[in-house]
C-alpha cells in the first residue's frame, strides 16, 4: 500500500459569506478578496506541511494544477514540485499533473517533467490530467470540442520525446515540431511512471487501462460516492482483459483524525464546511462546457462534481452527514483505520491519496492531523495489499516504511 | 407547414447534412444558432411563401454529422459549399441568425458568387470589447429567457423554455443541447472571432443587417458595426429580443421579403 500526502493549495481567508455574494470560486472570483502578503505566507506554510509529511513517513507527496481558481493556488505544480526536490530526499514526487493541453508546445512538459525526474534522483510521478473544464475552457480557453483530441496528441509526443533515441519529426494535428530531440531526458527508464487523474469518463478508464497506466479517481466526495467511479474502472480493467493489481487505481479521501471522535467534529468542521460550502461554490454555467464530456459520457447520466446540482446537495450538509455519506472519514484513530480499510478494500485501490490540509485548515492543525495520522493510522492499512507489486512507483523513491 | 426532411451525405459520410425544405420560387439558405433548436420554425413558413427555403442543420446537430473533421471556419464553408453544389444550387439568398448569420456572413465573404443577397440577424462573429456579447453558449437554461427575450414571460419564451418532463425525455434533450452548444461553439470558443472583420469587405452581395431593438445578448451597437464593415448594409430593427425571428415572426419576415424584393 502506498500512501500519498495530497495538497490543494486553497486560499484559506475567503469571507464568511463568500458563498452568498459571489457566484463562483473559480473563473471568476474577484481579485479584490486576494491579498497577495498572505498568499505568500501560504505558499511557505503548505511547502513545510508537504516536507513535514514526508518526515512523518508518507510514501508521497501529490502536487497539482488548477487556474483561476481560489482554492487552488497552484497554476504551476511544477515549481512546487521543484522546491520539494530540492527539500526532500525519500519520497515520491507526484505531480497531478500536467494538463498536457495546455501546453504549447506539450514539449515543455516532456522538458520540466526531465528536469524534476533528474532534480529528484528518479523520484518523479508523471501525472497527465485531461485538466477540468473550468481550467481547460474557461481560464484557459480551449475550446471544448478539441480539448481531449489535443491531450492525446501532445500525450503521444511527449513519450515519444521520452522514449524514442533518435532525434525525430512530429506532424501533429495540433503540433508540428520539425527536430524533437528535448535535453534533458528524464532519469527513469523508459519513462517517468505516468498516472492519469480522471473525473469518471468513460474513455480515460479504457485508455488508461490499454496503456497500462495508473487511474486516479480525484473525488471530493469520499469513498462511498467514489465505488461506483471505480468499479467502473475494474471493469473496464476486466473487459480488457488486464490483471486486478490493485496498484492499478489511485484514489482521494479527505481525512481528519483527532485523539477521539468528538474532537475531531470540535476541530475539523469549520475547515471541512469552508472546503464545500466556499472552495467548491462553482457557478452552474462554470460546471462544464458544452462538450467537455463526452456524449457517452453524458449517457452514463453522471453528474459534473461542481454546480448547481451539487451545490444544492452540499447545502444541505452537517458534520453527520459529511460522515455518513462518506465525504470525510473522521474520527479517532480507531474509527479512521476502520473506514479508510474499507475505503481501500471496497475501491480496490493501492495508492490511496489523503488530503488532510482541508480548506482553511491552519498549519498547526495540519501538522497535529499529518502526525496524528502517520503514527496511529498508517502503519495499520500499510500491509493491505502486501502481495502485489507496485510497478507504477519510481525508481528513485523509498516508501515510509523503507521498501 | 411541414418541409422536406432529407439527409445527405457529402465527402463518402465524412460530412452528413440534414435538410429542411419547403417552399417555391428562387433558393434561399437559413443557418440557425445556438438556441434555435434547428428545425424549421414559423418564420421559415412565411418565407416559404415566396422562396424555396433549405435550412441545413448545422454538422452535429440533430441528424447533421461529421463536425469532428472540421477544423475551422474554412472547413465549414467548404462543406456548405459542396452542401449547395449537391442542392444544385448556384446562389441562393443567406439568411442566417446569431452564429448562423456569423456562417452566412462567411460563406458571402469567401465564395461570392454563392450569396444573391446576404441576410444578418443579429450575427456573431465581431467582438467588441466595450460590448461583448453574452455567453450564450454556457448560461444555464433557466437564466437564458431572460437574456434571449424581450418579454421572458410571454408565450414564445415560456414554450421555448419547457423542457420535456418525462425523465429520459428530459435527459435525451439535455444532451441534445449539449450537442448542439459544442458542435458550434468548435467555430467561436472562447471569443466569437475568427478573423471575419479582415473579410467582410469581400461581400459583394446586397446586405440587411436585421435586428430585435431590445436584443439584450448582442447588443445593438454591433448593428453599426456590421454596417460600418460591410458596404451598403441596410439596417432594419424590428421589436423583438435577441430571439426576434420567434417573436416576432411577422414582422422579421416581411422585412426580408421586403429586402429580398427590391
Given at each position: ?23 463562483s ?32 513517513g ?38 497531478l499533473?500536467?494538463s ?5 508546445p ?13 532534480l ?9 490530467p485531461?485538466?477540468t473544464?473550468?481550467?481547460?475552457n ?43 530531440n ?41 469513498y ?6 471505480m ?14 493489481n ?21 476541530l ?19 460546471a ?63 495508492h ?23 503514527r ?10 502486501s ?17 | 407547414?411541414?418541409?422536406?426532411d ?62 469532428e473533421?472540421l ?29 448562423g448569420g ?14 444573391t443577397?446576404?441576410v444578418l ?22 437564466d437564458?429567457?431572460?437574456v ?17 418532463e ?21 467555430f ?8 471575419l ?5 469581400r ?9 430585435g ?16 464593415r ?33
Amino acid at each position: 500500500m502506498k500512501i500519498c500526502f495530497f495538497h490543494l493549495m486553497p486560499y484559506r481567508f475567503l469571507p464568511d459569506d463568500f458563498e452568498q455574494r459571489y457566484r463562483s470560486v473559480w473563473v471568476d472570483p474577484p481579485h479584490s478578496l486576494f491579498d497577495p502578503e498572505k498568499c505568500g505566507d501560504l505558499y511557505h506554510e503548505f511547502l513545510d506541511e508537504l516536507e513535514f509529511a514526508e518526515q512523518a513517513g508518507f510514501d508521497g507527496l501529490c502536487v497539482n494544477e488548477h487556474h483561476n481558481n481560489a482554492y487552488g493556488l497552484m497554476p504551476s505544480p511544477n515549481l512546487m514540485a521543484a522546491t520539494l526536490t530540492r527539500r526532500t530526499s525519500r519520497a515520491a514526487i507526484v505531480v497531478l499533473g500536467n494538463s498536457l493541453a495546455a501546453y504549447n508546445p506539450p514539449l515543455r512538459v516532456a522538458e520540466e517533467f526531465a528536469m524534476l525526474d533528474l532534480l529528484s534522483r528518479g523520484r518523479l510521478v508523471a501525472g497527465f490530467p485531461v485538466g477540468t473544464s473550468m481550467d481547460m475552457n474557461f481560464a484557459y480557453g480551449i475550446d471544448p470540442a478539441t480539448l481531449r483530441d489535443r491531450y492525446y496528441e501532445a500525450h503521444d509526443l511527449v513519450l515519444q520525446a521520452w522514449t524514442r533515441p533518435e532525434v525525430f519529426a512530429f506532424n501533429g494535428k495540433y503540433t508540428q515540431v520539425r527536430y524533437v530531440n528535448i535535453w534533458p531526458q528524464p532519469l527513469q527508464k523508459p519513462h517517468p511512471p505516468v498516472w492519469i487523474p480522471g473525473g469518471g469518463s468513460v474513455e480515460t478508464w479504457e485508455w488508461t487501462a490499454k496503456l497500462d497506466y495508473v487511474y486516479c479517481y480525484l473525488s471530493y466526495y469520499g469513498y462511498k460516492r467514489g465505488k461506483a467511479t471505480m468499479d467502473g474502472f475494474w471493469e473496464a480493467i476486466a473487459r480488457l482483459g488486464a490483471d486486478d493489481n490493485p496498484y492499478r487505481a489511485g484514489f482521494l479521501q479527505l481525512v481528519c483524525v483527532a485523539d477521539t471522535d468528538a474532537e475531531a467534529e470540535r476541530l475539523y468542521f469549520p475547515h471541512v464546511h469552508y472546503f464545500y460550502q466556499k472552495c467548491l461554490n462553482v457557478w452552474e454555467g462554470f460546471a462544464e462546457a458544452p462538450g467537455y464530456r463526452t456524449v457517452k459520457t453524458l449517457q452514463t447520466g453522471t453528474k459534473p462534481q461542481v454546480g448547481a446540482q451539487a451545490k444544492k446537495i452540499r447545502q444541505s450538509l452537517d458534520w453527520q452527514k459529511y460522515l455518513d455519506q462518506g465525504y470525510v472519514i473522521a474520527g479517532s484513530p480507531a474509527t479512521v483505520r476502520q473506514q479508510l480499510t474499507e475505503c481501500i478494500r471496497s475501491l480496490r485501490v493501492g495508492h490511496l491519496m489523503v488530503l488532510l490540509q482541508i480548506g482553511s485548515m491552519p498549519k498547526d492543525l495540519v501538522l497535529h492531523n499529518t502526525d496524528l495520522f502517520a503514527r496511529e493510522v498508517m502503519p495499520h492499512v500499510r500491509d493491505v495489499w502486501s502481495g502485489y507489486k507496485d510497478r507504477w512507483w519510481p525508481a528513485g523513491a523509498v516508501a515510509g516504511n523503507g521498501q | 407547414m411541414t418541409p422536406d426532411d432529407r439527409t445527405l451525405d457529402l465527402r463518402d459520410g465524412d460530412v452528413r447534412f440534414r435538410v429542411l425544405s419547403a417552399g417555391r420560387g428562387e433558393p434561399l439558405v437559413y443557418f440557425h444558432s445556438f438556441h434555435e433548436r434547428g428545425g424549421w420554425s414559423p418564420f421559415l413558413d412565411r418565407l416559404a411563401g415566396r422562396y424555396t427555403v433549405h435550412a441545413p442543420l448545422h454538422p452535429g446537430v440533430q441528424g447533421s454529422g461529421g463536425v469532428e473533421t472540421l477544423d475551422d471556419v474554412l472547413d465549414l464553408v467548404l462543406a456548405y459549399d459542396e452542401l449547395l453544389d449537391r442542392l444544385g444550387i448556384g446562389a441562393a439568398h443567406l439568411v442566417g441568425h446569431f452564429f448562423g448569420g456569423m456562417v452566412a456572413a462567411e460563406l458571402a465573404a469567401t465564395l461570392r458568387a454563392r450569396a444573391t443577397k446576404l441576410v444578418l440577424i443579429s450575427p456573431l462573429g465581431l467582438w467588441r470589447d466595450d460590448a461583448p456579447s453574452a455567453d450564450l453558449l454556457i448560461l444555464p437554461h433557466e437564466d437564458l429567457p431572460a437574456v434571449l427575450f424581450r418579454d421572458p414571460a410571454s408565450e414564445v419564451a415560456r414554450r421555448w423554455a419547457t423542457l420535456p418532463e418525462g425523465d429520459n425525455e428530459n435527459v435525451a434533450a439535455q444532451i441534445e443541447s449539449v450537442q448542439r452548444r459544442a458542435a458550434m461553439a468548435k467555430f467561436v470558443w472562447p471569443i466569437p472571432d475568427r478573423g471575419l472583420r479582415k473579410r467582410l469587405h469581400r461581400i459583394s452581395a446586397p446586405t440587411l443587417v436585421l435586428w430585435g431593438d431590445a436584443d439584450r445578448a448582442n447588443p445593438v451597437v454591433y448593428a453599426e458595426e456590421w454596417q460600418r464593415r460591410v458596404k451598403g448594409a441596410a439596417l432594419s430593427l424590428v421589436p423583438g429580443g435577441h430571439m426576434v425571428l420567434h417573436e416576432a415572426p411577422d414582422a422579421a419576415a416581411a422585412a426580408v421579403a421586403e429586402f429580398l424584393a427590391t
